[in-house]
């Protein structure tokens, strides 16, 4: 098994990534022939909502990450939460899952999320840079 260290967490939900803050996470590989990987996140518990649900239902989504160095393109898995547990104010969410997409396809991911949110033209390539200059540029 290998663990690294997260620094940013999506969840990508109707075609949208929304940014979850992090306190803390980490990732591990379980290097096992099924390709898990076990992924924690330790959020302010507002963010409940979004995982609450899916951790009753056991439904799979998908969520990004971005592993060790914010220089690093997110990486796409398709997980279900396996434990949900409030600590104060904040909660750890554990997931379960698979890698999804090579993490190359990131750039035509975001550009398909912005030309979902309306922008075009010089907007769209004003944002698209801001947007992958700020994965590269989050210091967690």
Do not use: C
């Amino acid at each position: 098994m290998k663990t690294f260290k997260i620094v940013a967490l999506q969840i990508y939900e109707e075609k949208k990534a929304t940014d979850i803050p992090l306190k803390d996470g980490l990732i591990i590989n379980k290097e096992n022939e099924d390709g898990y990987w076990i992924i924690e996140a330790f959020v302010d518990k507002q963010y409940i909502g979004h995982f609450q649900k899916r951790h009753e239902s056991q439904e799979l989504f998908e969520i990004r990450v971005i592993i060790t160095h914010a220089a690093n393109d997110p990486a796409p898995f398709t997980v279900k939460v396996n434990t949900l547990q409030v600590l104060g104010e904040n909660i750890s969410v554990l997931f379960e899952g698979r890698l999804s997409k090579r993490r190359n396809e990131y750039p035509e991911m975001l550009l398909d999320d912005l030309i979902k949110e309306g922008l075009s033209g010089d907007q769209l390539i004003e944002e698209f840079r801001n947007r992958m200059k700020k994965g590269r540029d989050y210091k967690g």
